[in-house]
């Protein structure tokens, strides 16, 4: 790639994803805040913390459909944007509806990072995307480590203002962006290898479906009166589950001829994102009696996935991506019944440690599967994955916000393990799926 500079578009993008990850640290951290001080309650938090996660699939699902219209660099700027704003935003927020705006902002530059970054690093490294796409996205857990650390350093050691651990975020912001100015940046690989826009959205199995399944979904978690109906009717839940999952059938069978692989992928994405990012969204409230402070137990937890992603090459060399997504699964499942029990400070430590472990290579990898096994499916696939694992977060945060409440951590912790249980078979059906694929090519 012609005057590319592979290595510092490469860096900047590690830095745009550190603002986003840190973000992430400063919720977990700041949802007390807003409880204590403004009155808010835990579900009210979870539902104004859900434009962080809707928002971003909203800028990944556009950034995916319109990425090689708009060009990537164009779509970096939004980010930078957006992030300028929304940190702005949060710092003036003093109840639900600012609260609810600034997450909006935010969770627009967040996806629209994402949308532009996961297809840059692909770009950018053709032979490697796995293995890099891990070491992007040690920057996410790497983030949330500095960002619980500068939590617990700003406002429990200095007992400073949440305000100024909001304001850390302007100096990463301000070198990404340096960075990126000036830079050419490349063509997605979508494009540089000549697949037509068709043959992307083709390659996506079901991309109308899917897009007006994560439209619904932003709706569920939007609107308290849609949420409610659902949740509270197990029915109504699989009729709708099931009514897409016909249509999915039909659109790509019947009408594109095509494999349902991304539909798969697709689902399992809402069940692995929800596994981690609902989890360690809600720590500080989950562990908060368990004698450790919850900011140290997520800079353990994210700690060990920095370092299980930056060296993730030689594993998924060994497993191969779905070998990988069954022991992360098996992981998570263990971790989570651990958290459930633990009582003290090491067996906190323990489980956590155990939990890391299993939700470690699920968001990269996932990202990764799509573009190894589904390579026509293009930047739209990977940003439709990545959005959709945000959207799904963002319905289950109230959920478990209010299960929190109702009954209790432990008891909340124990339901989310069904999740990566749905997940361990799953895995299993996608390795075999794989492995006859490779029979048959």
């Not at 710092?91 to 627009?108: H, P």
Request: aromatic share 10%; net charge positive; with cysteine.
């Amino acid at each position: 790639m012609e005057n590319v500079n592979q290595k510092k578009l490469f860096i900047a993008s590690c830095l745009a994803l550190l603002v986003t990850a840190i973000t992430f640290a400063i919720r977990a951290k700041i949802e007390g805040v807003f409880t204590d001080d403004y009155g808010l309650t835990k579900e009210q938090v979870g539902r104004a913390f859900g434009p962080a996660f809707w928002g971003f699939a909203v800028a990944m699902f556009a950034g995916g459909y319109f990425i090689d219209i708009v060009k990537t660099k164009t779509i970096i700027w939004m980010a930078f944007c957006m992030h300028f704003i929304g940190i702005i935003l949060l710092l003036i927020a003093k109840d639900y509806t600012s609260l609810f705006i600034s997450n909006v902002f935010i969770g627009l530059g967040n996806g629209s990072v994402e949308a532009a970054c996961n297809p840059l690093v692909a770009t950018l490294f053709p032979d490697r995307k796995t293995k890099m796409l891990n070491r992007f996205h040690v920057w996410f857990p790497g983030g949330i480590v500095i960002g619980s650390l500068l939590a617990a350093l700003i406002m429990d050691q200095l007992n400073l203002p949440w305000q100024v651990l909001v304001s850390m975020l302007f100096i990463p912001l301000a070198i990404y962006g340096f960075l990126f100015f000036g830079q050419k940046i490349p063509e997605t690989e979508r494009v540089s290898t000549g697949v037509s826009y068709k043959e992307m959205m083709r390659n996506i199995g079901a991309p109308y479906t899917i897009t007006l399944a994560v439209i619904f979904m932003i709706l569920v978690a939007t609107i308290p009166a849609i949420s409610e109906a659902i949740t509270s009717n197990n029915s109504l839940l699989l009729v709708i589950v099931a009514a897409v999952a016909i249509l999915i059938v039909v659109e790509g069978k019947a009408v594109n001829k095509i494999s349902l692989l991304f539909p798969f992928v697709f689902f399992c994405m809402l069940l692995t994102a929800s596994t981690e990012l609902g989890t360690t969204q809600w720590i500080n409230a989950l562990l908060a009696k368990n004698g450790i402070h919850p900011m140290v137990i997520l800079a353990v937890v994210t700690g060990i996935m920095a370092v299980g992603r930056y060296f993730a090459g030689g594993l998924i060399h060994r497993l191969n991506p779905p070998g990988v997504l069954i022991g992360s699964a098996a992981f998570s499942v263990a971790g989570l019944l651990l958290l459930s029990i633990a009582s003290g400070p090491l067996m906190t430590v323990l489980s956590a440690a155990v939990f890391a472990v299993g939700v470690c290579y699920f968001w990269p990898t996932m990202i990764g599967v799509a573009s190894e096994y589904i390579p026509k499916s293009g930047a739209l696939g990977m940003s439709i994955l990545g959005g959709a694992g945000f959207v799904a977060t963002s319905m289950v945060l109230p959920i478990m916000g209010k299960s929190i409440e109702t009954a209790g951590a432990q008891i909340t912790l124990r339901n989310m393990s069904v999740l990566p249980v749905i997940l361990v078979f799953a895995f299993i059906a996608l390795h075999l799926i794989v492995k006859r694929r490779k029979v048959n090519a």
